[in-house]
Structures are given as C-alpha cells and as structure tokens.
C-alpha cells in the first residue's frame, strides 16, 4: 500500500485514513486530496497507535464497514493518551455499529456520503468541536489542579503558623518566596514543607 497520498493543493493537515484492505474504495481518499488534506492509508488491522506515532496526523478518518474490537480497544487507548479527532465512513449502520461508535470515542459518523464538498465540512467541524471538547477537558482539569493545590497550601500554611508562630498572610508569603526561588509552583512548594515538617515531627 503506498504510504503516502499528496494533495496538489495542500492545506498542510495530514489526514490517517484507516481502511480494511489494500483493494480499498479510493472514492473518501480522493475527496479528501480534493479538500488539500495529505492522505496516509493504513489497515484496520495494523497497530495502530504505532501508525499513529509515526505519521503524527491532525485527523484520523475510518473508511469501514465495521469496528472490530481490536479497533475500538485501539481508538479508545488513543483517546486517553494522545487524542485525536476521529471521523467514521461508512456504508452500513445498525444499532450494533453505533453502539461500537459511540465506545470509540469517534466524533463524528457519516452513513454513506463521500462527496468532498460534505467530507470536507464534516472534518471541519468535527476537528472544531474535537478541539472544543479537548479545551473544556482541559479547563476542567486545570480547575481540579488548583483546587487540590489550594488544599496543600492550605495545609502547609496551617503547619507554618503553628510551628513558627507566623500569621496566615506570613505563611503564604513565605511559600510565595521559597517557590520563587526555587522555580516551582507554590503548591509544588507547599507539598514538600508538609513532607519535610512530618518528616522532623
């Protein structure tokens, strides 16, 4: 299988497009050369995180006619550790493969249509909304990050006060100083005078 398709009028997206054999349909791959995405085929049944790792792509599209578990098991494996936007093409849907969709983490799945004008407006959106979903994810767990660190804080200023006889406002400042010196974040900073002040006792 050649291991790389070119667009004449390349939009600078790489495109991995999964398909289950060699003797594929080229109708999706030719409608994404046609909207600038340079197109990169591989089997279903290849690793696909290894795929994945080597062509480092900006989206990910399946032209298949059903996911094995393999296949989900991979995409889901993805989706934790280095997600991606999926999009799903197909010619057959029934409750079955929706419901194997819908573990897949796939952001979007298209019945039938490869015409480019509507490939290219599905990837679209679906990369708009997968970049959406990724920002509020990562909002929410910066949100929990600082909230468990206002915890540590907490607690170190509690230990600094009880210890040096230092006011609230004292002990924060001393945390602010030691984490400026030492370039760490305060509750970095925080975590560490609880261990060395449990540690002395």
């Given at each position: 299988?050649?291991?790389?398709?070119?667009?004449?009028?390349?939009?600078?997206?790489?495109?991995?497009?999964?398909?289950?054999?060699?003797?594929?349909?080229?109708?999706?791959?030719?409608?994404?050369?046609?909207?600038?995405?340079d197109v990169y085929p591989a089997l279903t049944s290849s690793h696909i995180l290894k795929v994945v790792d080597n062509v480092d792509p900006n989206v990910i599209i399946l032209d298949v006619d059903r996911l094995t578990t393999d296949n989900i098991h991979s995409l889901h494996i993805l989706n934790e550790i280095d997600p991606r936007p999926m999009v799903i093409f197909t010619e057959f849907s029934d409750q079955d493969m929706i419901d194997r969709v819908l573990k897949s983490k796939i952001?979007?799945?298209?019945?039938?249509?490869?015409?480019?004008?509507?490939?290219?407006?599905?990837?679209?959106?679906?990369?708009?909304?997968?970049?959406?979903?990724?920002?509020?994810?990562?909002?929410?767990?910066?949100?929990?990050?600082?909230?468990?660190?206002?915890?540590?804080?907490?607690?170190?200023?509690?230990?600094?006060?009880?210890?040096?006889?230092?006011?609230?406002?004292?002990?924060?400042q001393t945390l602010r100083k030691m984490a400026m010196d030492n370039s760490q974040r305060i509750d970095e900073v925080a975590k560490n005078v609880i261990s060395f002040m449990q540690a002395v006792g």
């Open positions: 299988m050649q291991s790389k398709y070119e667009s004449h009028r390349s939009i600078g997206l790489r495109a991995l497009l999964l398909v289950e054999s060699e003797n594929f349909d080229r109708d999706l791959r030719n409608a994404l050369l046609t909207c600038g995405y952001n979007a799945y298209i019945v039938g249509d490869k015409l480019p004008q509507h490939v290219g407006a599905t990837i679209q959106i679906a990369i708009v909304r997968f970049r959406e979903v990724q920002s509020l994810k990562n909002e929410l767990t910066e949100t929990k990050r600082k909230l468990e660190g206002r915890k540590w804080i907490d607690k170190a200023k509690g230990l600094l006060m009880t210890s040096k006889g230092l006011t609230e406002d004292q002990a924060y």
